[in-house]
């Protein structure tokens, strides 16, 4: 039995507007408008009887420990769902940063449900697919089939793909983990409490760069200002990529601390990636698109 492979891609927030918490469970509801990057980690299965991990790459460390990664979270909630499913050895190469708004860990765990399936002839719709990718994580449906589209309610409902035009990007880590709790929590919001703010934009699918741009422009992420409390340094790398020619739109990713600047075109990405590494040369800094 051969060796499956499969990128893992950053998951960009776009938009992250919360409209609440819901009084039944606690959770914060939120609407959001997900896309793409080009940049990724690498998950490979060599399928067998056993279900074990290994982990390389830069951002190995920061990772965690092997036992309670996602990726094995993952399995083993399909394995509940469907005992006698074939596994195997998952070899998880980590080039994203860890705690990063960006979705790493929950793309890395839909990969793991995506190479699974495909071993077992199963599809991605599968109930027992769908179910281990909610009790995995809220983040990990929508990277399950990793294209442009909306996210609602806690994470768990998933919008059709909207085929958006890549937009050109530049994605900013200044190094600093940040936990989704505290970000919340310096939210305020009680339980059963609602959010004012601006409807979410309409998306229509297809739409091109200039139209995806005019609907999120005036869109936001609820948690951005939070974030600034609880890492300050996030003001400071969204106030680089500002400073950049070319950047249209510069926003925070999910609950931080990546940062994201979509551009006039790729050449003035590349060219504000270079600066931005020339100012900071201990972040991570990578030029994208977001699809």
């Not at 490979?44 to 309670?68: E, M, V, W, Y």
Request: proline fraction near 8%; hydrophobic fraction near 45%.
């Amino acid at each position: 039995m051969s060796r499956l492979t499969t990128r893992a891609p950053a998951k960009i927030n776009l938009t992250l507007h919360v409209l609440g918490r819901r009084p039944e469970d606690g959770y914060h509801v939120l609407e959001s408008l997900v896309a793409f990057a080009d940049v990724a980690d690498t998950l490979s299965l060599d399928p067998g009887r056993g279900l074990t991990l290994d982990i390389s790459g830069p951002t190995a460390g920061p990772a965690g420990p092997l036992d309670d990664n996602l990726v094995l979270r993952a399995a083993r909630h399909l394995l509940a769902g469907l005992p006698g499913l074939t596994v195997g050895a998952f070899h998880l190469h980590k080039e994203l940063p860890v705690a990063a708004g960006i979705g790493g860990g929950s793309s890395d765990a839909a990969a793991a449900l995506r190479l699974l399936a495909e071993r077992n002839g199963l599809p991605l719709d599968h109930p027992a697919i769908m179910a281990a990718a909610r009790a995995t994580g809220a983040d990990v449906p929508v990277c399950l089939d990793p294209r442009a589209r909306m996210m609602t309610g806690a994470g768990e409902a998933v919008g059709p793909v909207l085929n958006l035009a890549a937009l050109p990007a530049v994605l900013v880590n200044p190094g600093v983990p940040v936990a989704t709790a505290p970000v919340f929590k310096a939210l305020g919001l009680a339980i059963g409490q609602s959010l004012n703010g601006a409807k979410h934009p309409s998306i229509a699918a297809g739409a091109d760069a200039d139209s995806v741009l005019a609907a999120i422009t005036p869109a936001r992420n609820d948690l951005e200002k939070p974030a600034l409390t609880v890492a300050p340094i996030v003001g400071d790398a969204l106030a680089l990529l500002r400073a950049q020619p070319g950047c249209r739109l510069a926003r925070m990713s999910g609950s931080g601390a990546t940062v994201f600047a979509v551009f006039t075109d790729g050449e003035c990405a590349e060219t504000a990636t270079r600066a931005v590494r020339s100012a900071q040369p201990g972040w991570w800094v990578e030029p994208t698109h977001l699809a």
